[in-house]
């Protein structure tokens, strides 16, 4: 069974995150949206873990429109982690058997 | 003795996720007219809020960070970015809006509202406020 994780927290100030990538297998996808779009970006307190995680097979995916309304580009998102659009989103819902939203 | 006190606004959270950086934007507009002196500090997340470009069309909010410019307009000139906020965050002042006032001390010169401040700063900003409000 894989499982799409959505975190909408940002990982400054609530251990979603964390929680989240605790349990994380490697045949998932964890997508960042909302607040939460601010654990994608490079060199923050945050990115090891993402990069961690990645390294144990897990995909990640940030929400562009989130992205863009906080003014963060999508060039500054680490190395490996998709973004997509509303539709991306829709289908990544799609493509795993269940949705676990860490809110 | 003085009116006038100091208020000192708080912001910590990101914006749209939660409404608090908008609810306080407002409540600084507001508190603006009673001609007060007023400090903004933008502190963990909530230096977010003052990223350049954003853009919400996507996600069907209102952008509201465009009114953070108008603040020079209503004397509201000392705002302060917590240095190790943005660190944390990958983020430096380049990232952030310039926002600017008019110093009618000054013939009306542009200069930046904007300051970088360490955690004693902070401490110090705290210590010396009359009010204090956190969103």
């Known amino acids: 069974m894989s499982t799409l994780h959505t975190v909408n927290k940002s990982p400054f100030e609530r251990n979603s995150l964390n929680t989240c990538l605790s349990v994380v297998r490697g045949d998932s996808t964890v997508l960042l949206i909302e607040d939460g779009v601010a654990g994608a970006l490079q060199n923050t307190t945050a990115s090891a873990s993402i990069s961690d995680a990645m ?15 906080r003014g963060l580009a999508a060039d500054r998102v680490i190395d490996g982690v998709s973004v997509v659009d509303y539709a991306g989103f829709v289908q990544l819902a799609a493509d795993h058997d269940n949705v676990q939203s860490w809110l | 003795m003085s009116d006038t006190k100091k208020f000192v606004y708080i912001n910590r959270k990101a914006p749209y996720g939660t409404v608090y950086a908008l609810e306080s934007l407002e409540v600084v507009l507001i508190g603006a007219a009673f001609e007060q002196e007023v400090q903004l500090v933008f502190v963990d997340d909530g230096v977010y809020q003052l990223t350049k470009g954003q853009n919400t069309d996507g996600i069907g ?75």
């Open chain 1, 55 to 69: 390294g144990k097979g897990v995909k990640f995916a940030v929400l562009g429109e989130d992205l863009d309304a």
């Open chain 2, 61 to 135: 909010m209102k952008n509201f960070s465009k009114t953070y410019s108008a603040l020079g307009d209503y004397d509201v000139n000392q705002i302060y970015v917590d240095e190790q906020s943005l660190k944390d965050r990958g983020l430096t002042m380049d990232d952030l809006q310039e926002l600017t006032y008019e110093d009618e001390d000054d013939d009306w010169a542009e200069k930046s509202s904007m300051k970088l401040i360490n955690r004693e700063q902070l401490a110090e900003l705290i210590d010396e406020a009359d009010v204090l409000l956190n969103f």
